[in-house]
């Protein structure tokens, strides 16, 4: 399987950095390039690619919005956020926007192509505890109380699901939640994936995201 990818950055040099490195591998492939979000929108729709690498800070349309463009136009893509500095506000506003993690515009190459790989096959790209820093340190966009909607969600749940998605939101791996709730990893694994499904979310930021809005867990 080739993973088609669509950069979209508004710095010429990083665009042809990122598509010369993406070239160089055989399982992947780069379909197109947009130096704005506007024209990120417009090629997600025409080429419906597998990944796209999103930047932040470009002109007129930003990443955020077309990152929640991309997702309702290409449902299938999967966006990348790509940032200046660690823990941006803005890597928030992409994660709840729908993208699937986000990176910093200096990872090392072999550190993107794994992270693209995983996005592509359906993982988040952010640890856990990343994701959960993250959303303490942009705490004040939080909500202050519970969601009448999430709690008709949360109420789609079994008990055990419920405690598998208060894991996550603490910032606990598959491992480490099979070993608190005395569950096989696979188990764990089964639990998650059923959470996703009843609570329509993408993927485990989403449900760290949910967690934190639910108020089911507080920022320490």
Known sequence: MTIRILIADDEALLRMAFGTVLEAQPDMAPVGEAANGAEAVRLARELRPDVVLMDVRMPGTDGIEATHRVIRASPQSKVLILTT???DEYAFAGLNA???GFLLKNTRPEELLTAIRSVA??????????????????RPHLPGRGN???????????????????QVGRGLSNAEIAAT???????????????????????????VIFAYESRLVRPS
């Open 148 to 166: 009448a909607a999430h709690d008709e969600r949360l109420r789609r749940l079994s008990p055990r699901e419920r405690e598998v998605l208060v």
């Open 85 to 87: 500095f660690d823990l």
């Open 98 to 100: 729908g993208a699937s």
């Open 121 to 138: 096959a359906g993982d988040a790209v952010v640890s856990p505890r990343i994701t959960r820093l993250l959303l303490e340190n942009v």
């Open 181 to 207: 709730l005395h569950l096989a990893e696979a188990t764990v694994k089964s639990h998650l994936g059923r959470v996703l499904q009843k609570l329509e979310l993408r993927d485990r930021i989403q449900v």
